[in-house]
């Protein structure tokens, strides 16, 4: 069954900031073709489905 959760987009910057305090290290550089959603306590699809894909519906859907 798929999960659905809405969470904010999160700006470059803070986005690599927080993985540099993670097991990737303090100089880990996140490629700018990435982003980030999330950082809301509560807020998740399930535990153990990290990483999963973010999906951004289209206006005309």
């Known amino acids: 069954m798929l999960k659905k959760v809405e969470l904010p987009v999160v700006n470059h910057d ?29 807020k998740d ?3 153990g489905d990290g990483g999963s894909p973010l999906v951004c519906p289209l206006v005309n859907d």
């Open 14 to 42: 803070t986005c690599q900031n927080y993985l540099r305090s993670t097991r990737l290290g303090k100089y880990y550089i996140l490629h700018t073709s990435f982003m980030c959603a999330g950082g809301e306590a509560g």
């Open 45 to 47: 699809t399930c535990k």
